[in-house]
Every structure is written in C-alpha cells, then in structure tokens.
C-alpha cells in the first residue's frame, strides 16, 4: 500500500472525518478510483432482498408467544393458568387455560395468515428478474442478487429494483418520467434528470467504461430528500464534481413512464431502500377509551386482590375453631399440621384469586380489537363519503382511533387545498401600478381567442412597455411546470392558435395557473428542451433563454427564482414569491401602488405573488455559480447552506408587479364548519397565507361571522407595543365578560356572550414560544391559551409546517388535554397530523404525504362532517357501551361466587360448574355485546347530521366517566345480590320437587347461573334501540344456545369426563314450577332498577340524545346496509351560495369593515347571486 492509501486510511479511522460516519462511498461498477486517488475501501452493504415479514418458520411460534405475552391482560392470566397447575386450586386449570388458549390460538392463526401472505409476496419481488452491466454485457439476474454499484438497465414500465442515481436514459436531453403511485399515491409523471456528464452514454459499453465515485447521506426514510455528490474521473483531468439531488434519485417502487430505458447505479438496496425504510410504522397513538378501560382495568384487579385478601383473613378466622378447621370427616395429614402458616396463607390466597380471576375479562381485548376491526370498514363502505369527480373514497390506515373521532374538542385545518379547492384559476395582474384583467376565462383550456387584454387602469406608457414584458417573460421562465403535448409532437408550435393545445403539469396548482393566465395575456410558455426554455411572445416570435439555475421553492423563504440567459447573452435572476418575501429585497420599482393592489386583492380572498427581477453582470454570475456549486457539492448540512447561498443572491431586486389568483372555496366548507362548531368544537385555521387572504376565506367558510370581533396578534402590532402589552390588553378584551357570564369554553359558541375571533401570525407565535430571559415562557403561554379559550375561533396565518405543530402540541398539553384533530392536503402539513391525537388527510391536489401520514383520509373537507358527527359518534357509543358491559357482566358473574364463601366455610368451593366457568364470556354472552358494538344506532345517521349539537352528549369521554363506571359497577353488586340471596331465600328448606327433593348445590349454582345470562343478555337488549333481524338472531340465539348447552351437558353421559357432577342437574331443576317461577321473577327484579332509572331520567332530566329520541324514530335504514341506502334526502338542503357558487358575477361598491376594503359580488337581475368575501354578507337580503 502507497503512502498516499495508508494517510487516508488513518484519516479515515483516527482523525475521523465529519462524512465518514454520516456518508457513504459508492464505486460505481465496482471499479477502483485511479492511482493518486482517494482510497479504495471495500464496503459492505446488505443484498437486494426485501423482506416485510415478521415471521420465519423457526421462529414464529416464540416469537409470537413472547409478542402476546407481552400485553398485561395475556400475561395476567397466564400466571393464573400456572398458579392452578402448580397448587391445589378450586377450579380446573381448564377454566383459565382454554379462553386463554383460545385468544392466544385466534390472534396467533390472523398473525400468522397475514405474514404469509407477505412472505408470498415478498418471494415475488426478491425474485423479478432485473437487467445490469457486467463486461460491457447486459446480463439478467434476480432481484434479491443485486449489490450496491451495480449499473442497472430498467425498461419502461419496468419497476425500479432498488434506489439507483439516474446516469443516462434514450432521451437526447437526459430526463425520464417516473410515477411513483406505489409510494405516495401520486400517479402524476415527475420528471428526473441524469448527471450532466453521463447523460451521453447510451450504450452498455460507454456505461461500462464509466469511472466514478458517489459519496452521499447514509440511508433514511424521506422520499423527497437526497444528498451526495459524483465525483467523474478522466485521464485527462481531475474528477469532475457534481452535486447529486432527489431529482437525479430513482426510488424502488417507482415506476419508468414514457421512456424507452434508463441506465443506473444502484445505492441503497433491500431493508436500506427509502422504500423499505418506510415500512416503519409511525408512533403509535392510543385512545381515551382505551386510557380508560385500562385505569377500569386496575380498579378491579385492586378488588380482585381485595376480595382474594378478605376471604384469605375470614378463613383463618372461621378456622380459628378447631372443630371447623379439622371436621370429623376431614382430618388433616400430619404434614398438613406441620407446614408454615404463612406459606400456606399465601397458597390460599392464591387460589382466592384464582376463584376470582373472572372478574377481569380476558375476552374484553379480544372483542375491542375485533370491534375496531371490522367497524372500520363502515367508514370504507360509506358512499356518502365517496367523492365521484376524484374517484376516491375514505381510507382507513389505523382502526385503534375510531372512537377518538367522537371525542374531538379541537379541529386545526390547512387552507388551501382543505377549505379550498385548490384549484387556481388566474384573474389579474398588476404590472408598474397598472391592472391587466384577461377577457377569456381559460379553465384549463387554453382558448383560441385568448391572446388579448383588458385594462381596468390606464394603458402604460412608452417607457413601461419593457417592464411590462419583462414581468411576462418572468411568469413563463420562473417555475417549474411540465409541458405534456397532446398530440406528442416534438417541436415548437407557431401560434397557440394551431389547434395543438398544450397540458402544463406541475405539481403546484399555482404555478399552473400563471403560466396559463399569462399565455391568455399574449406569452406562451412551449418547453424546455436540452436546457433551453422557449417561449412564444405576443408577436408570434419564439424566444429561448438558456436556464442556467433553480433555485428551488420551499415553505420558509416562500419564493423561487430561475437564472437564465438571454439569446443577447444577458443574464436575469427571475424571483417569484409572497409579499413578505419579496418586499423586503426590493431596491427599486412601484412598491407602494403594487403593495396597494396586493392588499386589496388580499381582501378579495384571492392568493397573491410578487414577482421581481434583476440583470447580473457575467462577474457577479460567476461569484452565484461557485456559491451556489460549494452549498450543492455539501454533503453535510446542505439545506442550510443552500438557503445561506439563496438569501445571498436574492436581494437588491427590482419590482415587477404582482399576481392574483382565486382559490375557491371547497363544497359545502361552510356548512361543515357551522355544523362543527354547533357540535361544540373549536376550529382553527392554521396556513402559510397572508392574512388579509386567510381571513377573508375564514368570513367565507363562516368561521368568523358577523359579529365576530376580530382581535389581532400580529407582528405590526407588536412592533407598536410590547407583546406583554398586546397580550394583556386582548385578555382583558375576552375576559372582560366572563365574571358575570360563563362561557362553555369547550363549545367556542355562546349566544350570550360576545363573539370573538383571534388572528396570529408566525413571527408572533414565534415570540410566544420562545423562552423568556429568566428561562420561562410558560406565563405568556398560559395568558395566550387563555385568550385562545374564550375566542370562538382562531385564525394562524404565516406558518411554517413546524409552527403549525407547535400550536397543536401547546392545545394538546395544555391543563384541559383536550382531543385534537389535524387536518391537512400537503406535506407542509404532515407534522400537524402526526401531533395530533387525530390525523386526517385530504386526498388533494398536493400529492399523498398527508393522506400518507394520516390516521384516517377523506376525499374533501366536507367528509369531516359525518366522519365525526355520525361515525365518530357512533363509535364512541358502541365502544363505551362495550366496555362498561363486560366489566358489569363480570361483576354479575364472580361476585355471587364471593357471596358463596360465607355459606361454604372459605373452602374455595366454586359455585358454578367448570364448564359454565369457561364458556360464559367466551360463548354465552360475547356475540350479542359483539354485534351491538357493530350495529347499534341509538339515534337516526340522518338526525345526527341535522343536530350536531347531540355530539356534546358524548363529549369529554362522558359515557366512562367514573360516575358512570361507578353506576354500572353498582348495578352489577345489586344484580349479583338478586341473584344469589333470591335464590337462596327462595329455596332455602323448601321442597322444590313434587317427590319432595331438595336442591344440590350445583342446582343452586345452575340456577344463580340460568339467570344471570338471562338478565344480562336481556340488559343488553333493553339498551339496545335499533333492532335488525340480526340483533334478534344473536340476542336470543344465545339464550337459545345456553338452554341447549346445558340440556345437552347434563343429559349425555360424555366418555372423556372423569366425572360427571352436572349430570341431570338443569333438566332436573326445569322439571319443577318453583324454578321457573323464581327465574322468571329475579330476572324482573334484576332489570327493574335500571328501567326505572332510565324512565325516571329520560322523564325528569333528559339529555339532548334522549329527547331527540322521544320526538324521532331510529333511521329505517341499518348503517350495515348497502352503502347507497345511506344516502339522506338532504336534511339541511342545498345552501344558495354551494349551489349557485360558479354564477357569473360583477364588482359594486365596497362595504366598509374596520376600515379597510371589502369586495363583494352581488347579484344582476340576469343571474343568481354569488358572493365571495366577505362571508357576512351572506346574512343581508339578496
């Protein structure tokens, strides 16, 4: 080894290089680097073999046994299985041994199905045979063999085997088109580009004879971020360095579109793909039912010990007697006598605690799961929610929340692309002062007679003619839209007019919709071709500009900007984004009259960008090319020092003018919201758009209302006062009323107080968030939730992506915890959904990170509506009700059989058969508490969604609240006693038999048995208000099911039964009248208390449920039903501003609101009304 090698292996080694454990280094063919060059240092890196399974043969058994065990419920009642084999214990270890076998068999057989099926498939994907370069030779192997470095051919419509960096394709310019549907949901073509110096090589030979080197980012999860760099070796010359991005980044589970084949090197394969990295589930998020019934759960393993240690205590004292302790008929052994008293205590104990093991019901796990499980799919099956213009439906991706969408408190929602449609559509632009409105309304269609323009202001003169086109070249240079031809026809066309109509794709609507509007005002944006951008001007000429640079959009500095040259060889830097962005680098240009226009456009509802410009000398482009090469080359923090590169090159601009685009409101966005916040949640706003936009959408989707008084917490204003003042002023504004009037500060609506509506922006949160100079920034927080509480809606503009988490993190952890829900359509909202307890996903226009990201996905805001009113409500009713069951039948269940101990002596003896022991959860009374929890509507779907105000009934977990625990555990004591002291006062020294025979003790024991499952199955079915010929089935089917079971179990003598104590048992205590009798007479007085609470509640003091009930019917149409018996007739009826949304309008004279401008659109006599901004006036007669 040279000198040079063995130097760079100590550096590597002892000094530790900042990239040595943070990259890597790939040889691309497996090729060494040339003498002189870095050292070559082998690497290894895992094969191509992806593998989903959790599971192999060898191992499925212990490891699925463990992962079991490992839930506390499973755990709890395997201890008692082994308690009862290794002590002499009152019930056969059968009793605890075959539920648990049971559940554990079930849960292991699903397990165990699902991963072979992704056994199955992941043998199909490890074993596609892939094309890659060997000797200048293509050769065909399978996936799972690849190695990183090797070079890859893929065809079209060939799937990606693995990451790989995109070196050439048969395309002269270098580009290939991907969908990458598989791993996003986006089937839209992305363009990527191969590396500009091997972008040439077309054949398998020219491939082979590459000598290069990648060093890039070791493997992580985040599709749409990649950092590295090649380093091209020559023997002419140095390496050639080039920055590698996720556009040159070709990811396994892509797709190649629309191009013949592609050459790549493969970098991260297998488990380190981006696409295997994402198989890692995201946090798990637990519900407040399940918090609940786990804190249940403790509260009655506390009794069970307690019960357990009072019989244990009563024992030795009843035996404290000698002649109970040692009867004449049951003497002890000597060994007996002589073993430790404590020892035997605690064996004692533990066999109480076996005895009343059943009091925690292990099948409650097993029915919850199932319950969510397959209630789920309601929401998956439901065509009301099934949006036909997108093709979509709902998408589940966790069913462990469904009851947590009827417990929201807090709706923090995205703007654009959530409230609004996302779909742009261009109305003007002011360019030096002046507003040019194009005539034709295009809808995505470019239209032949589009090419002229209306002024609204006076025409410009001479001298701003240049300006004028100088702001057109800028909007059809400065983006980065696809131009997709119809006819697929290479080369320019000569006139927008030639009947060859161009689709623009981008993946920002925006940007769409200022190529199109500007090509409706004379400048046509045709392609870009081998680095050149063509466009056709008003005179029908095409220009081409050399693209030289991008530098990129992203959400903190909110713009772009595109560096290009001129066919004259002048260089412009094009810059694009908000007016907070943009105003602050301008030097020169028409501020005041465009910031003026922006304003008022603003106020309109309409989204604005400003666009500027600036001519670099060929010195000063050279100074932005090595800046911008050195930030791009970084492998460590390139973002960072990107946006050092761009806040750099970006200033000194010269004003252009600015655009304005309308977002649309999304369908019935307002009635939604109004309907939410009479359910008594807070909805809040949360975007990245001015506030002037914002809060004119927030009029339109009736967030804010009439008599709304809007509070501002801004940074202007603080920049005028102090934050403490700002902050202590508006809390004495919204508290001012609240000495005398209480609000319901969880509803955000008061009829009796003053309605107030908060705005904030980003740099002001900021300001709150941030730690104060003693170290506490809790007191601002606090004095900001507070403001927040009593206002009935909050608007938070300016916001970054994680600000926007901030805001849900600080409701979430606020002193109330109330449930938060987030919902979103882009990535920038992907962090909210994560915070919060909810996450939901619009399948928007934005791609499908949030729908990705999410807990639950809906095709348009207006799903919201019933996703939580109907199906959040019902969810929350059915689990509830499920839970409080189980542990009351429990209590009906065991305490009996602690009752029972008082009249044995303490021995342990058990009072019901082993077999009724076993089957009375698993089989008597789990099916009919099943199929409530899945179809009970205790009200109509359609009722609920024309009251939603009947959402607060089940607010705050109301139904698991310790009162109603307390109530249910009550109920079942008082069940317990009817039973037990019913039938023992009933047919205590009573001949019961016509040949004048007693009852046994495992009669006694039948009977208390016989009904118990009556009443609680009977208890059920009173609770039960919609009934289908299901309920029916199953309700009495189980009865049915239990008198069949016992005629059979104690009529057949069965050979595998040692003993047979059952044996004419129930047939012997149905043959006499007294039993019937008495049956029939405790089930009554069992049930009659909690008839008459819920007559004597419903009639004195009833909830909004119950007089809904009392004044509706239950809907006729099961929510198990076909899908399109769903459909309402219309309950709250179409709204004229949905239904007349797309009428033609025109401008009159503005109201005035606070002193500023507000348009508003009202009706002609010709057209039905349409009104825009501002929302209140929707409440004026039309």
């Given at each position: 080894?040279?000198?040079?090698?063995?130097?760079?292996?100590?550096?590597?080694?002892?000094?530790?290089?900042?990239?040595?454990?943070?990259?890597?280094?790939?040889?691309?063919?497996?090729?060494?680097?040339?003498?002189?060059?870095?050292?070559?240092?082998?690497?290894?890196?895992?094969?191509?073999?992806?593998?989903?399974?959790?599971?192999?043969?060898?191992?499925?058994?212990?490891?699925?046994l463990f992962e079991q065990f490992r839930r506390i419920a499973n755990?709890?009642?395997?201890?008692?299985?082994?308690?009862?084999?290794?002590?002499?214990?009152?019930?056969?270890?059968?009793?605890?041994?075959?539920?648990?076998?049971?559940?554990?068999?079930?849960?292991?057989?699903?397990?165990?199905?699902?991963?072979?099926?992704?056994?199955?498939?992941?043998?199909?994907?490890?074993?596609?045979?892939?094309?890659?370069?060997?000797?200048?030779?293509?050769?065909?192997?399978?996936?799972?063999?690849?190695?990183?470095?090797?070079?890859?051919?893929?065809?079209?419509?060939?799937?990606?085997?693995?990451?790989?960096?995109?070196?050439?394709?048969?395309?002269?310019?270098?580009?290939?088109?991907?969908?990458?549907?598989?791993?996003?949901?986006?089937?839209?073509?992305?363009?990527?580009?191969?590396?500009?110096?091997?972008?040439?090589?077309?054949?398998?030979?020219?491939?082979?004879?590459?000598?290069?080197?990648?060093?890039?980012?070791?493997?992580?999860?985040?599709?749409?971020?990649?950092?590295?760099?090649?380093?091209?070796?020559?023997?002419?010359?140095?390496?050639?360095?080039?920055?590698?991005?996720?556009?040159?980044?070709?990811?396994?589970?892509?797709?190649?579109?629309?191009?013949?084949?592609?050459?790549?090197?493969?970098?991260?394969?297998?488990?380190?793909?981006?696409?295997?990295?994402?198989?890692?589930?995201?946090?798990?998020?637990?519900?407040?039912?399940?918090?609940?019934?786990?804190?249940?759960?403790?509260?009655?393993?506390?009794?069970?010990?307690?019960?357990?240690?009072?019989?244990?205590?009563?024992?030795?004292?009843?035996?404290?007697?000698?002649?109970?302790?040692?009867?004449?008929?049951?003497?002890?052994?000597?060994?007996?006598?002589?073993?430790?008293?404590?020892?035997?205590?605690?064996?004692?104990?533990?066999?109480?605690?076996?005895?009343?093991?059943?009091?925690?019901?292990?099948?409650?796990y097993v029915t919850v799961e199932m319950q969510k499980f397959l209630g789920s799919y309601f929401i998956t099956w439901d065509e009301d929610m099934f949006d036909e213009e997108t093709g979509e439906g709902p998408l589940v991706n966790t069913s462990d929340l469904n009851e947590e969408l009827g417990q929201v408190e807090y709706i923090f929602t995205d703007k654009t692309g959530t409230l609004t449609e996302n779909n742009m559509a261009f109305k003007e632009c002011c360019i030096e002062g002046h507003v040019y409105v194009p005539h034709v309304i295009c809808n995505g269609q470019v239209l032949p007679d589009s090419s002229g323009i209306d002024m609204i202001d006076s025409s410009p003169g001479v001298s701003s003619r240049e300006r004028e086109e100088l702001f057109f070249r800028a909007l059809c240079l400065c983006h980065t839209v696809q131009v997709k031809d119809e006819d697929h026809v290479d080369g320019p066309r000569k006139s927008p007019d030639s009947g060859k109509s161009c689709i623009y794709i981008s993946s920002s609507p925006d940007e769409v919709a200022l190529v199109e509007g500007v090509q409706r005002l004379g400048f046509t944006y045709l392609r870009l071709k081998d680095s050149y951008m063509e466009i056709l001007n008003r005179n029908g000429d095409i220009e081409r500009f050399e693209l030289l640079e991008v530098l990129s959009f992203d959400s903190v500095r909110r713009r772009m900007s595109v560096i290009v040259r001129s066919t004259a060889g002048e260089i412009y830097l094009f810059c694009k984004g908000a007016d907070s962005s943009i105003f602050p680098r301008v030097i020169e240009g028409k501020v005041d009259q465009i910031r003026s226009r922006v304003e008022r456009n603003a106020v309109e509802g309409l989204r604005t960008l400003c666009v500027a410009y600036k001519r670099l000398i060929p010195e000063e482009y050279e100074g932005v090319c090595g800046l911008l090469q050195a930030a791009k080359v970084a492998l460590q923090d390139r973002e960072k020092k990107l946006a050092e590169a761009y806040e750099q090159i970006e200033k000194d601009l010269i004003l252009l003018g600015a655009t304005a685009v309308e977002d649309r409101l999304q369908e019935k966005a307002a009635d939604t919201i109004e309907a939410l916040q009479k359910a008594g949640?807070?909805?809040?706003?949360?975007?990245?758009?001015?506030?002037?936009?914002?809060?004119?959408?927030?009029?339109?989707?009736?967030?804010?209302?009439?008599?709304?008084?809007?509070?501002?917490?801004?940074?202007?204003?603080?920049?005028?006062?102090?934050?403490?003042?700002?902050?202590?002023?508006?809390?004495?504004?919204?508290?001012?009323?609240?000495?005398?009037?209480?609000?319901?500060?969880?509803?955000?609506?008061?009829?009796?107080?003053?309605?107030?509506?908060?705005i904030i922006d980003g740099a002001a949160l900021s300001l709150i968030m941030k730690p104060r100079e003693d170290g506490s920034s809790a007191n601002y927080r606090e004095l900001f939730l507070d403001i927040c509480r009593n206002c009935s809606a909050v608007l938070c503009c300016r916001m970054a992506p994680l600000q926007k988490a901030q805001i849900v993190k600080l409701i979430k952890f606020s002193k109330e915890h109330p449930i938060t829900l987030a919902i979103g359509d882009g990535a920038n909202d992907v962090s909210m959904i994560l915070e919060a307890h909810v996450g939901i996903g619009v399948i928007g226009k934005e791609g499908r990170q949030a729908a990705r990201n999410s807990d639950y996905a809906i095709p348009k805001f207006k799903h919201l509506k019933k996703m939580l009113l109907v199906h959040g409500h019902f969810y929350y009713i059915r689990i509830s009700e499920l839970v409080q069951y189980f542990f009351y039948k429990n209590v009906c269940f065991i305490f009996p059989q602690f009752l029972?101990?008082?009249?044995?002596?303490?021995?342990?003896?058990?009072?019901?058969?082993?077999?009724?022991l076993t089957l009375y959860n698993i089989s008597f009374t789990s099916l009919p508490i099943l199929l409530y929890s899945l179809m009970e509507q205790h009200v109509g779907v359609d009722v609920l969604k024309r009251d939603p105000s009947l959402y607060r009934d089940i607010a705050k977990n109301a139904l698991l609240r310790w009162r109603v625990f307390i109530y249910w555990t009550f109920l079942g004591v008082f069940d317990a006693l009817v039973f037990f002291f019913g039938a023992y006062f009933m047919f205590e020294n009573t001949t019961v038999t016509s040949n004048g025979q007693m009852f046994g003790n495992w009669t006694f024991g039948t009977l208390v048995f016989t009904v118990m499952v009556f009443t609680v199955t009977l208890k059920l079915a009173l609770d039960t208000h919609y009934w289908t010929w299901i309920n029916h089935f199953v309700i009495w089917g189980s009865l049915l099911f239990y008198v069949v079971f016992s005629l059979l179990w104690g009529g057949i003598i069965w050979p595998f039964l040692s003993y047979q104590r059952m044996y004419y048992v129930f047939i012997h205590m149905l043959s006499c009248g007294p039993a019937w009798l008495g049956i029939l007479l405790l089930i009554t007085v069992s049930l009659l208390p909690d008839i008459l609470k819920k007559v004597l509640c419903r009639q004195l003091w009833p909830t909004a449920t119950e007089r809904t009930q009392n004044t509706h019917c239950p809907d006729s149409s099961p929510e198990l039903a076909p899908a399109a018996s769903l459909q309402s007739p219309g309950a709250l009826g179409p709204r004229p501003t949905a239904a007349l949304r797309d009428a033609p309008t025109r401008k009159v004279p503005c109201v005035l609101w606070r002193s500023e401008e507000y348009a508003v659109l009202l009706p002609t006599r010709a057209s039905p009304v349409t009104v825009t901004v501002p929302a209140f006036c929707r409440d004026a007669p039309t």
């Open positions: 080894m040279d000198c040079s090698r063995a130097r760079a292996l100590v550096r590597r080694f002892c000094a530790g290089e900042e990239d040595w454990v943070d990259s890597r280094t790939i040889y691309v063919g497996h090729k060494e680097p040339p003498p002189g060059a870095e050292a070559y240092i082998p690497q290894r890196y895992p094969d191509n073999r992806i593998v989903s399974s959790k599971y192999t043969f060898w191992n499925f058994i212990p490891k699925n755990f709890y009642f395997l201890i008692i299985f082994l308690v009862q084999l290794i002590i002499d214990t009152p019930t056969s270890p059968v009793t605890s041994g075959l539920p648990l076998f049971f559940v554990i068999t079930v849960t292991a057989i699903k397990q165990g199905y699902e991963d072979w099926l992704r056994h199955k498939a992941d043998n199909a994907m490890n074993q596609c045979p892939v094309h890659f370069i060997q000797h200048g030779k293509l050769v065909r192997k399978q996936s799972r063999k690849l190695r990183v470095g090797d070079i890859v051919m893929v065809k079209e419509n060939e799937t990606f085997p693995c990451d790989l960096i995109f070196l050439s394709s048969n395309r002269g310019d270098g580009t290939c088109h991907v969908t990458t549907a598989s791993l996003d949901g986006e089937s839209s073509h992305k363009t990527h580009y191969a590396i500009q110096d091997t972008k040439g090589f077309h054949t398998e030979e020219d491939i082979d004879a590459l000598h290069a080197t990648i060093e890039c980012e070791q493997p992580q999860p985040d599709l749409y971020k990649f950092v590295g760099r090649i380093n091209v070796y020559s023997n002419l010359s140095d390496p050639v360095v080039r920055p590698l991005g996720s556009e040159n980044l070709l990811l396994r589970g892509a797709t190649l579109k629309n191009t013949e084949r592609i050459f790549g090197v493969a970098i991260y394969t297998g488990m380190e793909t981006k696409m295997a990295l994402n198989y890692q589930s995201k946090s798990q998020k637990r519900s407040a039912v399940e918090k609940s019934m786990n804190v249940f759960l403790v509260v009655y393993l506390c009794i069970l010990i307690s019960k357990a240690l009072v019989n244990t205590v009563l024992k030795y004292v009843w035996q404290s007697e000698p002649f109970r302790d040692e009867p004449w008929y049951n003497q002890k052994t000597e060994s007996e006598r002589q073993r430790n008293l404590f020892l035997r205590a605690f064996t004692d104990f533990l066999a109480f605690m076996v005895l009343f093991n059943y009091i925690i019901p292990v099948s409650m949640i807070k909805v809040w706003v949360l975007t990245g758009d001015k506030m002037e936009t914002a809060a004119a959408t927030c009029y339109a989707c009736r967030l804010f209302r009439r008599g709304t008084q809007l509070l501002e917490l801004t940074t202007k204003r603080i920049e005028e006062q102090s934050l403490h003042d700002v902050l202590f002023e508006l809390s004495k504004t919204v508290l001012r009323c609240s000495g005398s009037l209480t609000r319901d500060h969880f509803s955000g609506l008061s009829t009796d107080m003053h309605d107030y509506g908060l029972y101990q008082f009249f044995c002596g303490f021995s342990q003896q058990t009072l019901y058969d082993t077999a009724y």
